[in-house]
């Protein structure tokens, strides 16, 4: 293996990293692993395996670094720990490009047009690992960079996020065995390319139309209330009367743009993930101070908030959601199903006991064990709070809503381009189930995102802002992606795995 291998494994790692905010050079997507396809021919399966570790390594080292503000200035820890845990967490993400290399190698063996064929499905299979192993990860999906090219992601409402990575594959594998293999069926091959892509941009552009005739009609006006809350006051119990203060005004700020009688005034207003820094139930006063905002605005005020569960252990904490009437009374309440790992829980925690005492501010949650779809303020939503709205998996299970609702605290990410790719995430979610999205966030970025994907409003960052807008409600049936979830990727994982195996057993045979 030679420096120069070295050096193409190198270019496509800083291509796919440009490909994810901060960046804006997404049309290099259908190129950005071409130089790492190249550099494999030839290769042994250990040299593979290395060149897309340095890729991944190069690229996730980019996308991620952030998560060392996370640890650092917002978790408590030392500077030189956040940064060696950002490392592992780039290296664990970079064992999936690796993995790529080296099977495609392997399948190689079997000839240039089955690693073209291959190259896609076995890059979804490994995407959709990362999603599920030790409760997934799956930031960062090359299906994502393509989040503002709305012809390019309709196709998600069929075969989801995954569908659009392998897309981008199919294209890159595709270059790349035009020009490293000209004389091996090049007008197939460009026949076979020119199809996908009609149909992948004719069923964007029939989507895009047909949408929002889909979802005209009946709408229900939405108020979101931003109230950039700093995160080293937020939990301070000293400063809680003056949060809820803050929020209250805004809610009145909101809620003040419309006449009392006005009938476009919003029945919903959404205040972020732990918008009320304190346990519901436990303060009475600030208790009795919430049911009064709901009864001021006339609304139906849906806040996050920490709740408690009581369990055989004794009583435990969840990161939950409750919705207020306008009367002020509870009508709902849901606790966060996926929790964020080594935020709020530590996964292996018997193994892992050490991680406890390095980083006292984990929480120890407990997780919610269904969905609700509330119904109420003149529509049927569900709730999302945070990390989970990134699993296609959680937000299935919220099919039947007529609009979803993310509240989330981004404040730990800093002002750091994290908020951003967290929102691409967050606008598949919607093209997935063709639900209108109405984003609730601490410091931003809150946002409200149509059925195809398009943001329509969005905030700035760490700054105060409340904005009332209508939404269409979903009218048709759940989209196919809803209703079988990610079948194809499944698929691919079949492909991927009968193809390893159809390897093997030839190369015993030949043995």
Same mark, same amino acid.
């Given at each position: ?5 070295i050096?193409y494994a190198? &270019?496509?790692?800083l291509?796919?990293?440009?490909? &994810?905010?901060p ?8 190129i950005?692993?071409v130089?790492?396809?190249?550099v494999l021919e030839?290769?042994?399966?250990h ?5 897309g ?7 996730f ?7 060392k503000?996370?640890?650092a200035?917002?978790?408590?820890l030392?500077?030189s720990?956040a940064w060696?845990i950002?490392a592992?967490?780039?290296l664990?993400?970079a064992?999936y ?8 190698v392997?399948?190689?063996?079997g000839?240039?047009v089955?690693?073209f064929l ?10 959709l690992l990362r999603a599920?192993f030790?409760?997934g ?8 960079s393509?989040y503002r090219?709305?012809?390019?992601i309709q196709?998600?409402?069929?075969v989801g996020?995954y569908?659009v990575s ?8 595709a270059?790349?065995?035009f020009?490293?293999f %000209?004389?091996?069926?090049p007008f197939?091959l ?5 199809l996908?892509?009609?149909l992948?941009?004719g069923?964007?552009?029939?989507r ?10 009946e709408s229900?006006?939405?108020?979101i209330?931003?109230?950039n ?15 809820l203060?803050?929020m209250g005004?805004l ?13 476009t ?10 918008a009320?820094?304190l346990?519901y139930g ?6 009795k ?9 006339d609304?139906?005020?849906l806040f996050g908030?920490?709740?408690r569960?009581e ?6 904490l ?11 009374a509870?009508?709902?309440r849901y ?5 964020? %790992? ?7 925690g ?6 406890k ?8 949650f407990? %997780?919610?064990?269904r969905?609700?779809?509330?119904d ?8 999302l709070?945070?990390?989970e709205?990134?699993?296609p ?7 039947d809503?007529?609009?979803l ?9 800093g ?5 951003e ?9 919607a ?5 209108p999205?109405?984003?609730?966030a ?5 946002a409200?995102?149509?059925p195809t ?7 700035p ?5 409340v904005?009332a807008?209508?939404?269409?409600l979903?009218?048709a049936?759940p ?9 194809f990727?499944y ?5 991927s ?5 159809l390897f ?8």
């Amino acid at each position: 293996m030679r420096t120069k291998d070295i050096g193409y494994a190198i &270019f496509s790692g800083l291509l796919v990293a440009s490909l &994810f905010p901060p960046f804006r050079f997404e049309m290099l997507a259908w190129i950005a692993l071409v130089p790492l396809l190249w550099v494999l021919e030839g290769k042994k399966p250990h040299e593979a395996f290395t060149l897309g570790l340095v890729s991944g390594l190069v690229s996730f080292g980019i996308i991620i670094w952030w998560v060392k503000i996370s640890m650092a200035t917002y978790g408590g820890l030392p500077a030189s720990l956040a940064w060696l845990i950002t490392a592992v967490l780039a290296l664990y993400l970079a064992l999936y490009p690796a993995l790529f290399a080296f099977c495609m190698v392997r399948i190689h063996a079997g000839g240039s047009v089955l690693t073209f064929l291959l190259a896609a499905p076995l890059w979804v299979s490994l995407e959709l690992l990362r999603a599920y192993f030790m409760t997934g990860f799956p930031w960062a999906l090359l299906g994502y960079s393509q989040y503002r090219y709305l012809y390019v992601i309709q196709i998600a409402d069929l075969v989801g996020v995954y569908g659009v990575s392998f897309f981008i594959v199919f294209v890159n594998a595709a270059i790349w065995h035009f020009f490293r293999f %000209p004389r091996k069926g090049p007008f197939a091959l460009v026949i076979s390319v020119s199809l996908a892509v009609a149909l992948v941009w004719g069923y964007g552009y029939l989507r895009l139309h047909e949408v929002p005739l889909e979802t005209r009609g009946e709408s229900r006006a939405v108020g979101i209330v931003q109230g950039n809350v700093d995160q080293s006051v937020k939990w301070s119990p000293k400063w809680r009367r003056s949060i809820l203060e803050k929020m209250g005004k805004l809610t009145k700020e909101l809620r003040g743009r419309f006449p009392k009688d006005e009938s476009t005034a919003p029945p919903l207003i959404v205040w972020p993930e732990a918008a009320a820094p304190l346990v519901y139930g436990r303060h009475t006063h600030e208790q009795k101070y919430l049911r009064g905002i709901a009864k001021d605005s006339d609304s139906h005020l849906l806040f996050g908030v920490l709740g408690r569960r009581e369990v055989k252990q004794g009583p435990k904490l969840t990161n939950s959601a409750y919705l207020l009437s306008p009367e002020g009374a509870e009508s709902g309440r849901y606790d966060k199903m996926h929790l964020l %790992p080594f935020g709020e829980y530590v996964p292996l925690g018997k193994l892992l006991f050490f991680v406890k005492k390095l980083v006292p501010v984990i929480g120890a949650f407990r %997780p919610g064990e269904r969905p609700e779809i509330f119904d109420a303020a003149q529509g049927k939503f569900g709730v999302l709070i945070c990390f989970e709205v990134i699993f296609p998996r959680v937000v299935r299970r919220m099919k039947d809503a007529q609009f979803l609702v993310n509240i989330t605290n981004d404040a730990w990410f800093g002002k750091t381009a994290a908020s951003e790719q967290h929102l691409s995430m967050v606008a598949f979610r919607a093209v997935e189930f063709r639900m209108p999205i109405v984003r609730s966030a601490n410091t931003g970025i809150s946002a409200l995102i149509d059925p195809t994907g398009a943001i329509r409003v969005r905030s700035p960052l760490f700054e105060e802002w409340v904005h009332a807008d209508a939404v269409s409600l979903k009218k048709a049936r759940p989209s196919l992606y809803a209703r079988v979830g990610d079948m194809f990727a499944y698929i691919c994982v079949f492909f991927s795995a009968a193809a390893v195996l159809l390897f093997r057993s030839r190369r015993r045979s030949r043995m």
